[in-house]
Nanobody, 120 residues
Framework: QVQLVESGGGLVQDGGSLRLSCAASGSIFSIRSMGWYRQATGKQRELVAA???????NYADSVKDRFTISRDNAKNTVYLQMDSLKPEDTAVYYC??????????????WGQGTQVTVSS
């Protein structure tokens, strides 16, 4: 079993900052890619940012130069630093982690979601 625990969401004003964390625990052999998705009310879930085990990153165009994804492999944790937040960033944010377990191989796991609300 693998558990993901997210933290760091909340209410912030336009232009503010928040930092999300997602820690993985359980029967983990290794972790491959880690990422953050978000889903606004009435919209589909979309990729925000992703990072490989080696540190290569990928961002949605809408968050480039404002958000920074990072990870601590020793702690099995992924972070999302969100700066210059805008009201359109309001959504539930989910972490997604590719975990290798023995003997099941690689599987994707989702966090429980954390609400980020940006007020204008």
């Amino acid at each position: 079993q693998v558990q993901l625990v997210e933290s760091g969401g909340g209410l912030v004003q336009d232009g503010g900052s928040l930092r999300l964390s997602c820690a993985a625990s359980g029967s983990i052999f290794s972790i491959r890619s880690m990422g953050w998705y978000r889903q606004a009310t009435g919209k589909q879930r979309e990729l925000v940012a992703a990072i490989t085990r080696g540190g290569l990153t990928n961002y949605a165009d809408s968050v480039k130069d404002r958000f920074t994804i990072s990870r601590d492999n020793a702690k099995n944790t992924v972070y999302l630093q969100m700066d210059s937040l805008k009201p359109e960033d309001t959504a539930v944010y989910y972490c997604n982690v590719g975990v290798v377990t023995i003997p099941h191989g690689i599987s994707n796991y989702w966090g429980q979601g954390t609400q980020v609300t940006v007020s204008s």
